[in-house]
């Protein structure tokens, strides 16, 4: 059973980078990522301190001076589930069901529910800026059924912003209470069935969106492409983007989004717009492709010196040297030399044939691409056998990247015969004074 008090003791406030710090359940740990490129809110990192959440919780409830200021720290974030916990406890209970390694709620009306009983909630409703609802920690369908007429009025959420929407099929409809005017940010994990039939809804009462993360769920990928590209174009106040794949169409006019900062997809359209003048994504900072080496390639090779801040290639297994080469060689055209300051390749390996090691070890040569890279502070560059260096080549990148702070080039299984030495760190301390990380797995302790 959970206690209940009258002041919300589960959710830690915090800029949404942070989602991993809120104190909900674990589970939504798991959601940091996807707003790593999320804006920091300068007003929690730097200008105020961090207060521990049960503290403020005390505050609220003692502090006649500083009780409405505690208030709104605790309820910016709140999970649906602890909102839902004031109404009376005549009229509902909380139980916990344990699910293995996951602990679940789920809430049981315990008579109908009347005007009356969300007095507490609407209090608290009006302070909250960012709402997570997930069915996998709470099943709350029940109770939202039984709260419609009182949750989808006008001007309960008049601060919401953000919405994060973990539901499938099954009660995704109840969305609908929380899509305001005013809705910045909408975080939906689970785009299948009923949530493809909502989008278009979504798409015209939520027109001043600006971070969107739609993901299909697996075996909707097909069906979710054209919606909610259709539903992309539609949003003219679009800083960032995460998603599978979008149509040739909605790619076209993300190119030309002066707002776009952020984007993230697994794949790219087939047939790519003109981009002869070089204008394309004239403001995008952070690019995020996860899939086939080919999709990152396909759009460098397209791109013609965009000024990225901020590129990420997460591959599928088994990428070979050469298609790693031409990867690296397409950065070095698509990429402004200058603006660069994060640069990270993933092969993902879940095992590995030994006799094919020379197929996937990366050359040199194709390091070299991209030294011309110069404000690099972060480069990490994950793969099966690694990076073919010798003493040389590592000399060269450490001289090439005079403000990076952070470097890794790993290898999963171990590069197979070395040729780096010991003695090319004595590089990095002369050339890379903000050096603070450093992995290299392909050298060769035995010899300096």
Known sequence: MLRRSSAQTTAQPGPIPNIAAWRFPSSYASYAAIYRHRPVSTDFERGRPRVKHGDLAVLARTSRVFSVHALELLWETAALLNLLRHLPSDALEVRQVDEGYQTKYSM???????????????????????LVADPGVADLSSTLRAARP??????VFPMLQAVYWMHDTTGFGYIEYFLVPQLTDIFITQTSGNALAWLPTIARRCTRLEYITLLPRVGWREQAGPIISKCVRSWDAIKSLRTDIVDSAAFQYLSRCGKLRHLQ??????ALPSNENGAAFPSLETLYLDGEVKAPTRFLEWANGISLVDFTAECQPWTTADEVHGLFSAAQHGISHFSLKHFAFDDRYDSFDAANVHV???????????????NLTSVSILSAVGVDMDDTTVTDMARSWPHIQRLELQSFYGTPVPRATLECLQAFPKY??????LI???IDHSRA
């Open 440 to 442: 290299l797995t392909a």
């Open 150 to 155: 009182w949750l989808s009025a006008n001007g």
């Open 108 to 130: 049981e009306l315990l008579r109908p529910l009347r005007k009356s009983d969300f007095d507490r909630v609407f209090v608290h409703a009006a302070r909250v800026k960012r």
């Open 265 to 270: 997809l697994c794949d790219i359209p087939s």
């Open 432 to 437: 890379c004074p903000h050096l603070t990380s």
């Open 360 to 374: 996937h070890l990366i050359r040199s040569s194709s390091l070299r691409r991209l030294f011309c890279f110069t």
